[in-house]
């Protein structure tokens, strides 16, 4: 348990579907991010919330929507995905920017 | 730019034998240095982590890593592994000077411990 609660763990949606990831942490932190971990490929940062403010996306394609409403809650929407999209969904934060990251268990995500 | 090169994808090894498994960094500013840990179906763990002070830097299970700044290095190294030691290992870097997120992680170090 790292204080880093992620919900769903597993979803399975169709590529017509409008989904979201939901990101939770009570521990303090002021950055949270999403990465994206998928088969044979190493870890990809997707978003990264900075006090609430998006400071990074890396070139991730629209149809993934990140939202940051507080500094305790995060969430990924998802809609119109590909079947490439299927992937460990994994959500993380830290204190401040340059220190360790804590991480959620993932969401594992299906697109059929 | 920083990067974090992991120069062994697997490492398979016998119960109760020593492991290295090897990391290399690459950055023009000074880095903090950490370690992580991924069992099946699980999100990432911190192992381990170099901040500053001594190079040398221990886990609560016995691993250890040893930041070597001549060599660029980050080795993890334990003397004698466990069946449930089996999991991805990462190494990640990150720029205390930048204001901005900053933590790369290498592709990862499947360690498999057979019995």
């Known amino acids: 348990e790292t204080g880093v609660t992620q919900t769903p763990r597993h979803l399975v949606m169709g590529m017509t579907n409008k989904k979201s990831l939901k990101c939770e942490q009570h521990l303090g932190h002021n950055a949270m991010y999403w990465y994206k971990q998928s088969a044979k490929k190493p870890l990809e940062l997707m978003f990264v919330?900075?006090?609430?403010?998006?400071?990074e996306n890396n070139s991730v394609p629209s149809r993934f929507s990140p939202e940051c409403p507080n500094s305790s809650h995060l969430f990924l929407h998802l809609h119109t995905l590909q079947p490439e999209d299927s992937a460990l969904y994994l959500c993380a934060s830290s204190r401040r920017a340059d220190t360790e990251a804590f991480f959620g268990q993932g969401t594992r995500l299906t697109v059929v | 730019a920083q990067s974090v090169t992991q120069l062994d994808s697997q490492v398979p090894v016998f119960e109760e034998a020593p492991v290295e498994l090897r990391c290399n960094y690459s950055?023009?500013?000074?880095?903090?240095l950490f370690w992580y840990v991924q069992y099946p179906n699980q999100g990432l763990q911190l192992l381990l982590k170099y901040l500053s002070g001594s190079t040398l830097v221990e886990s609560i299970n016995g691993f250890e890593a040893e930041f070597n700044k001549s060599q660029t290095s980050f080795h993890l190294r334990k003397p004698s592994v466990h069946i449930s030691d089996t999991a991805e290992y990462f190494c990640a870097v990150s720029n205390p000077e930048g204001s901005n997120y900053k933590l790369t992680f290498g592709k990862g170090t499947l360690l498999t411990v057979n019995p």
């Open positions: 919330y900075n006090f609430k403010e998006q400071t």
């Open positions: 950055s023009s500013v000074s880095v903090y």
